[in-house]
Structures are given as structure tokens and as C-alpha cells.
């Protein structure tokens, strides 16, 4: 580690950290709802003195403005730093600070990347450095299911706000994630365009979607375990999940729908498409002849996998930084969670990784970050910055 490392190190503040974290969970961010956290953000990062600092719309989605500001140096590259400002719907109690630890909705998931990309910025400003590129940093909303599909990721993308390299300031703390599965969600509608009848006026042949939906399960059973003995040398097995059976609505009407819901895991080469196909057959190899309307859906929603090379600079230099922070190496993993990364290698087109805390409070009950953890993934970014351009 060389002396500008060290010293960019001991400038990271951990009670800074936890009063900007608590300043920002304070401000309620619920997933299509961000636009008051929004405009704090970009007032948080025009006091640290980035410039271009704007509020970008999304179509569509009235208070769900994405936000870029720009730390400019020299004519060099940009390195980007993004994290997602929404948080999910679901109460919680009111923030609180005990010590270290900043509690309350969004503090683990992701609030903790948007302050700690403040205190980098605030690092870089109290060192006097200026960097031979520039730094962009930027904030969306609609990253959390099922309200948002990654909108504003996509339109902070489209609107290139890309950098030539991306961290996503989300998870995982103690490990580099170089592959991620693709997974889709999968509905099967079964429909009987006839009236709900009661059981003792229903007609000899009359299709029963419980009995139907039954089978249609034990078609879908069949394929999970087809599908589970694929098996990528990186992702592991492929999968399939039944989650939701719901047929009928009183116990001697006539079912006049059956819907199902599941999970399908599969390579980030594999096309949605054939996924929906290979469904599709499995459940009309049951209804095929039955005069019902069948509904099959498998490529609306779901969160796109990747790949990247162990070689890949980027990754090589955040492993380098980590070692150079804590002494050991950084391992290589495999992310089985949703996260943006996938977005800027799958449209930007530029190189992503993910290093952030760890998800164990994301959406719980009780949720909370520990500020002097933020502090080490900070000082991991520092000198993997000072890495990209060339400064360690």
C-alpha cells in the first residue's frame, strides 16, 4: 500500500458516516415514492461539491427521479459509483441510532452506499486530491420488487449515464461476485370461460381447474426435476420453484380458474423465451384437449444474470484494494441475488461489479447498519479508486 492509500484511509470517518446514514433513512423512500429523498440526495452530494449535480426523470413514474452528480478531474476515465434509493414498503419503526448502528427501513438495503459514496467524495475533498478522470455518482429508484422493474436503472442508462466502469454499491462486503443466475417468474393461468356452478348442476366432462391444476403441478414437478440436473461449471444447478397454487372459491363451486405461480434459475445465455417455451409444453401436455383458456407467462419479469472474467481490471483491482485493506485475499463468489451490476454489463455495455455490505437486515423486520462496517467498504473504494486511475 503506498502512502496516498494510507492516507486516504485514515481520513474515513465513521460517525460522519453514521450521522449522513441516519440524515438519509430519516427521509422515507418507499419503492415509486423516492422524490423528497431524491432532492436531499442531490442537495447531500452539491454540499460535498460535485457539480452537474440533476434530478432526471423517469417516464412514467412521477416521483421516481433518478439522480447524477459529477466529480470532475482531469480528461482521463469515469469511474461510477450507483446505488438504488428506494426501499421496500413494508412498516417499520422510526430510525434510531444506538453507537455505531443507524436502524430504521433502507439502512441496510442500500441507504449505507448512498452515504458511503458521500464519504468518499468527502475524502477525496479533505486529502485535496484531484483525480486525472472523473467521478460520477448516481442514485435511482424502482430496484425493489414487485412495484418497480428496474426502470430507473434502465433510464439512467439509456440517458448514458454510464461510466467506463461501474461499482454498484451494494453487497457483498467479503467477497467479488463474478457470475450471477438469470431467473424469470412464471404464471400459468387456467381459465373455464363457463359460469361458477354448484357441484350438483355440473354437466358429465366439465373440466374441475383443481383436479386440472393438480396435474398441471405434477407436469411442472416433473420438469423441475429435468431441469435440476442441469448443471453450469460457475452458476451450479439450474432451478424451478413452485411458490403459489390457487384454484376456486368455495368449497362445492365449480373452480373457474387456476393460477400458478413459481421460480425458474437458469444461465445468463439461456433466452426467456425458451424457458416460457419449455413450460408451456409441460402444461399443455395436460390441458391441451380440455376446452379451457390456458395463460403462460415467463419472460414479463425477472432479473438478468452475467458473467465476467476473474481478470476482468476492474475485478482485479477492487481484489487488490480489499487485500491491500484487510490483509487477506478477496474471494471470488456467485450472486444469487438481484442487483444493478447486471444492468450496466448486460445494457451499458461497461464493466460492473458489486461490493457493498452484506444483505443479512436487508427487508427485515429489524433493519440495520453498522456505520464502522461502511467505513471499511469505503476505504476499500478509495484505494480501488486511487487503482483505476493509476494513483496506487
Not at 306 to 334: N, Q, T
Not at 337 to 346: R, T, V
Amino acid at each position: 500500500m503506498n502512502d496516498l492509500s494510507r492516507k486516504l484511509i485514515s481520513l474515513v470517518q465513521k460517525d460522519r458516516i453514521r450521522d449522513t446514514l441516519f440524515e438519509l433513512v430519516r427521509i422515507p423512500s418507499p419503492t415509486g415514492n423516492v422524490r423528497q429523498f431524491a432532492e436531499h440526495f442531490a442537495g447531500a452530494l452539491r454540499d460535498v461539491g460535485l457539480t452537474d449535480v440533476q434530478l432526471i426523470e423517469t417516464p412514467g413514474f412521477d416521483n421516481s427521479p433518478g439522480v447524477v452528480g459529477w466529480r470532475r478531474g482531469g480528461a482521463g476515465p469515469t469511474l461510477h459509483f450507483n446505488g438504488h434509493m428506494d426501499h421496500i414498503h413494508q412498516p417499520h419503526v422510526a430510525p434510531y441510532v444506538e453507537g455505531d448502528i443507524v436502524y430504521g427501513r433502507g439502512a441496510a438495503d442500500m441507504k449505507f452506499g448512498l452515504a458511503g459514496m458521500i464519504e468518499l467524495v468527502r475524502v477525496l475533498n479533505d486529502a485535496g486530491l484531484t483525480l486525472p478522470g472523473n467521478l460520477l455518482l448516481s442514485g435511482h429508484d424502482l430496484h425493489e420488487g414487485p412495484v418497480g422493474h428496474s426502470e430507473g436503472v434502465r433510464n439512467l442508462i439509456a440517458h448514458g449515464f454510464v461510466g467506463d466502469a461501474v461499482i454498484v454499491t451494494e453487497g457483498p462486503k467479503d467477497a467479488v461476485y463474478i457470475g450471477n443466475i438469470s431467473n424469470s417468474l412464471f404464471y400459468v393461468d387456467l381459465i373455464w370461460p363457463g359460469d361458477s356452478i354448484h357441484e350438483l348442476t355440473i354437466p358429465a366432462g366439465t373440466p374441475n381447474l383443481v383436479e386440472i391444476g393438480g396435474e398441471v403441478v405434477t407436469a411442472l414437478t416433473a420438469l423441475k426435476a429435468r431441469v435440476q440436473q442441469r448443471v453450469d461449471p460457475l452458476l451450479g444447478n439450474e432451478r424451478m420453484f413452485l411458490g403459489i397454487l390457487r384454484a376456486g372459491d368455495f368449497y362445492n363451486r365449480l373452480p373457474t380458474a387456476c393460477h400458478i405461480v413459481g421460480t425458474r434459475r437458469f444461465p445468463p445465455e439461456t433466452k426467456r423465451e425458451d424457458v416460457e417455451a419449455e413450460i408451456r409444453q409441460a402444461v399443455m401436455s395436460v390441458v391441451k384437449d380440455l376446452p379451457i383458456q390456458v395463460q403462460v407467462d415467463a419472460t414479463s419479469e425477472g432479473n438478468d444474470g452475467f458473467r465476467i472474467s476473474p481478470d476482468l481490471p476492474l475485478v482485479k483491482m477492487l481484489r487488490a484494494a480489499y487485500e491491500e485493506v484487510h490483509g487477506r485475499p478477496l474471494p471470488l463468489g456467485v450472486q444469487m441475488f438481484g442487483a444493478d451490476n447486471a444492468k450496466f454489463i448486460n445494457i451499458g455495455k461497461v464493466p460492473a461489479v458489486g461490493y457493498g455490505n452484506d444483505l443479512t437486515k436487508a427487508h427485515a423486520d429489524l433493519e440495520w447498519c453498522d456505520a464502522g462496517r461502511v467505513a471499511e467498504i469505503v476505504q476499500v473504494w478509495l484505494v480501488t479508486t486511487l487503482k483505476f486511475f493509476g494513483l496506487a
